[in-house]
């Protein structure tokens, strides 16, 4: 008998949008129900985001983590009310909301939109960015995606002209291409 699959970590997604399914119109889904589960006695911490750009339909993601045992996918989508969850397997919360902001090399070299840090919500009492600091500078300043990340961010701010970030993305590209190749 296969184990059921489990993790102490969670990603929520559910559109903003719903279909209603008799006349076919969209409306805002109301969120109340599925933020309801933020408030579960086994939720420790979370943090959220909405999604709204670049030819996807505007969706919110939450990432939450379980006080104390984990928990499986029927378990976690009860407490969300049916929304879409999808177990953890990186064991690091602050990898979850590096995807969340689409800082992960996955994210980059999909070209997603970047999000900045102040659209992420969190529980009170959670300092979460230096968490996701200290999470960046372990991995190391000079990782790749790191470096991109960040050039991404302050192109969001203005600070750096994007003819010199498009050079940083085409040598990202090309070191990514030598690791496959030399890998």
Not at 21 to 44: K, R
Not at 55 to 73: C, L, N, T
Not at 141 to 151: C, E, N, S, V, Y
């Amino acid at each position: 008998m296969t184990p059921t699959p489990m993790s102490r970590i969670v990603i929520v997604k559910r559109d903003m949008w719903e279909n209603d399914a008799y006349t076919g119109e969209q409306s805002l889904y109301s969120y109340e129900e599925l933020f309801s589960g933020l408030g579960h006695e086994c939720v420790d911490r979370w943090a959220w985001i909405i999604h709204d750009g670049f030819g996807v339909e505007s969706h919110v993601h939450i990432a939450v983590k379980a006080k104390d045992k984990p928990r499986s996918v029927s378990e976690w989508e009860e407490i969300f009310h049916g929304a879409q969850v999808q177990l953890d397997n990186t064991g690091s919360f602050a990898r979850v909301i590096e995807h969340m902001l689409h800082e992960d090399a996955v994210s980059i070299l999909a070209k997603r939109r970047i999000y900045p840090r102040t659209r992420i919500h969190t529980n009170e009492g959670w300092d979460w960015q230096q968490e996701y600091d200290e999470f960046l500078l372990h991995r190391g300043t000079d990782d790749p995606q790191t470096m991109l990340a960040r050039w991404e961010a302050e192109l969001r701010e203005d600070t750096e002209p994007v003819g010199e970030f498009h050079q940083v993305w085409d040598d990202f590209l090309i070191q990514m291409k030598h690791r496959r190749l030399s890998g």
